[in-house]
């Protein structure tokens, strides 16, 4: 399986390198005629390296780099290029770092990555409910209290996965999501599995494997 690597440093002025990344690939068995390297902030959109990086990946091929965060500007572009890699059968592998656990290539992966995914999604739709909670408020000055955060689709896939893995605290999980016990286990299992009003509010959007939850 051909492997790909890519770097970045955030600074152009020499007081960053990429010796300890190159290393690391290297050794992560990264032929040196594959690397690509950018010096670039990891915010900046024209990262010349990075497009060549992707457009030279095939199906079959791994992309390896040293940390996430030298891969994606955030959590929401990280899930894009990832999900664009799946989409073409292309593997990425993360050396170090907090997503030292992410190997596509492997199931529990993929599970790992579709909570990220649920999360970036879950971070969108947060904000867009703070920004009409805010738009209501100024409308209706005085008044109090309000409707609860609802069930959304991202929340549906968050909880899917995240009871779907034995370590989880409901309590907890109910108290990040905004939403009561009987409301998450009217959309969800107990064991993550989807139950008929999780589906139904799913339904239209884009499908989702189980093991990706």
Known sequence: MPLLGYMRVSKTDGSQT?????????????????????LASGKKEDRPQ???????????DTLVVWKLDRL????RHLVNVVHD???????????????????TTTAQSKLAFGIFAALAEFEREQISE???????????????GGR????????????A????????????LCKELGITRQTLYRHVSPRGEL?????????????????AL
Request: charged share 30%.
């Open 18 to 38: 990429t010796d300890l990344q190159r290393d690391a690939l290297l050794a992560a068995g990264v032929n040196s005629e594959h690397l690509y390297e950018d």
């Open 85 to 103: 890699l799946n989409t073409r059968e292309v593997g990425l592998r993360v050396l170090t770092g907090q997503g030292a656990a992410i190997d």
């Open 195 to 211: 139950r008929e009003a999780g589906r139904r509010l799913l339904k239209g959007q884009e499908k989702v494997p189980q093991a």
């Open 161 to 172: 996965a995240s009871m779907s893995r034995p370590d989880t605290s409901v309590a907890e």
């Open 130 to 144: 703070r920004t009409k909670a805010g738009l209501e408020s100024a409308r209706a000055r005085g008044r109090k």
């Open 148 to 159: 609860p955060f609802k069930m959304t689709p991202a929340k549906v896939r968050l909880a």
């Open 50 to 60: 990075l497009m060549a990086c992707l457009k030279a990946l095939r199906p079959g």
């Open 72 to 75: 994606g500007r955030d959590l």
